[in-house]
């Protein structure tokens, strides 16, 4: 079935680069997603990239897509104390009506 | 207004009560969703609703009755829960040309008793 993985844990210094990796399983997924979760609160949508691109550039973040190795990752540059949160990868399943099956969630730790 | 109204933020109930949590949102998005989340966990996809009807059920036990009253509402009514219910409930709506362009709740904490 669907899966969708991350590692579970990633720690930085503020300041440093922190990126996070997913891997999936849907090769007709069209459109893949990076959703934030702080505690205590819903979920966030901070990004995503259509199937097609390779790469999505929005301010501090950087979404890479290799689609045939169904690997995504979402690069966070200058992180910040604020960055720390769960960071979940998604992907939408059943094609363009499909809904989203997510990741385990990656927790950052970002340390002053 | 891109908010996902949730009340209420926490709920404590028995096994044998009826309760109902709430979500609103009037951002005209037809799609609107709940999801469990249990803690450490991803949230895990219960009911949608597409134009007021439900489309979606993942085989949620009956004692979770979802009902959507109008295009901006919706509900999850609760009767005869168990501990293992104990869980973030999170509605979410989203433009349904945009299905996995989420606007979640802030969630209502469930924890029964």
């Known amino acids: 079935g669907e899966d969708v993985e991350q590692s579970l844990f990633l720690s930085v210094r503020e300041g440093d680069s922190s990126v996070i990796n997913c891997t999936y399983t849907?090769?007709?997924?069209?459109?893949l997603y990076w959703y934030k979760q702080e505690p205590g609160a819903g979920l966030q949508l901070l990004t995503y990239i259509f199937s097609n691109m390779d790469m999505k550039q929005d301010q501090r973040l950087t979404v890479l897509l290799n689609k045939k190795d169904k690997h995504l990752s979402l690069r966070i540059a200058d992180t910040q104390t604020g960055d720390s949160a769960i960071y979940f990868c998604a992907e939408r399943y059943g094609g363009s009506q499909g809904n989203l099956i997510f990741g385990k969630g990656t927790k950052l730790s970002v340390k002053p | 207004d891109t908010e996902v109204t949730q009340t209420p933020k926490h709920l404590v109930m028995g096994m044998t009560n009826k309760k109902s949590l709430k979500c609103e949102q009037h951002m005209g998005h037809r799609a609107m969703y709940w999801y469990k989340q249990k803690a450490k966990k991803p949230p895990e996809l219960m009911f949608v609703?597409?134009?007021?009807?439900?489309?979606i059920n993942e085989s949620v036990p009956s004692r979770f009755s979802p009902e959507c009253p109008n295009s901006s509402l919706l509900n999850l009514h609760l009767h005869a829960l168990q501990p293992e219910d104990s869980a973030l409930y999170l509605c979410a709506s989203s433009a349904l040309l945009s299905p996995g362009e989420l606007f979640f709740g802030e969630g209502s904490r469930l924890t029964v008793l």
């Open positions: 849907d090769s007709s997924s069209t459109y």
């Open positions: 609703y597409s134009y007021e009807k439900l489309s």
